[in-house]
């Protein structure tokens, strides 16, 4: 089964807003992963947060972790339609990752 | 390109017909993985290996379902007797030690339709 769910199933935004999409998950965890997937191709590793980090960034990406509530976000900032694509996260098994059913982020030129 | 590759990227074929698809991993990657992505789903885990040992399988993997890293680099997943309900996207990874195998690099998929 699945550990993590996505909201919103879908986010439709203007170039250039921010993106915010959120997860939350069943576990206790050591790290909680995001990804991207562009249509009909595979995923992209976007960034990685351990348990007791509280927000990282990377670039445009913003993510942040509350495990008190079991929950993660990430944010997009100044989107581009080029990050148009499926975005995931996704928490550690014992050796396989766990992904939720994911957020569709739409980006409009 | 040093990045996972697939092969083939879309396979059709009949119901009750077998297939087989090929992963190549990154070269100094000692762990691959198979998922399975349906439709508006996230990717599925479906099994692992170490070099050439298969260390895990979800059961999801039925019996009809055979996958292989005879010497620890290339992996081939193969179904037989295939169902309609296995139409899917199979996708490969691979990690590395170095990470602690937490970061995993995915290859484009193999999208396979069973008519």
């Known amino acids: 089964s699945q550990q993590g769910e996505e909201d919103p199933q879908a986010l439709s935004i203007q170039e250039g807003e921010n993106a915010t999409m959120n997860c939350s998950y069943k576990t206790s965890i050591n790290n909680l992963q995001w990804y991207r997937q562009n249509s009909g191709r595979g995923l992209v590793h976007l960034i990685l947060?351990?348990?007791?980090?509280r927000e990282k960034h990377s670039g445009r990406l913003r993510v942040t972790l509350d495990t008190s509530k079991k929950s993660s976000s990430l944010l997009i900032t100044a989107s581009r339609a080029a990050d148009t694509a499926s975005y995931f996260c996704a928490t550690v098994g014992a050796n396989n990752l766990f992904f939720g059913t994911g957020t569709r982020l739409t980006v409009i030129p | 390109d040093t990045g996972v590759s697939q092969d083939p990227r879309h396979k059709i074929t009949k119901r009750g017909q077998n297939v087989t698809f090929r992963c190549d991993p990154i070269?100094?990657?000692?762990?691959l993985y198979w998922y399975r992505q349906t439709l508006g789903q996230g990717p599925e885990f479906l099994t692992y290996f170490q070099n050439e040992a298969q260390l895990e399988k979800s059961r999801l993997l039925s019996d009809r379902f055979s996958a292989e890293r005879p010497k620890g680099s290339f992996s081939t997943l193969e179904i037989q007797r295939t169902e309609q309900g296995d139409s899917a996207m199979y996708l490969c990874?691979?990690?590395?030690?170095?990470?602690?195998?937490?970061?995993?690099?995915f290859g484009p998929g193999t999208r396979l339709t069973v008519l």
């Open positions: 990874a691979s990690s590395q030690p170095g990470t602690g195998y937490n970061e995993q690099f």
């Open positions: 070269s100094e990657h000692n762990r």
């Open positions: 947060i351990r348990s007791n980090e």
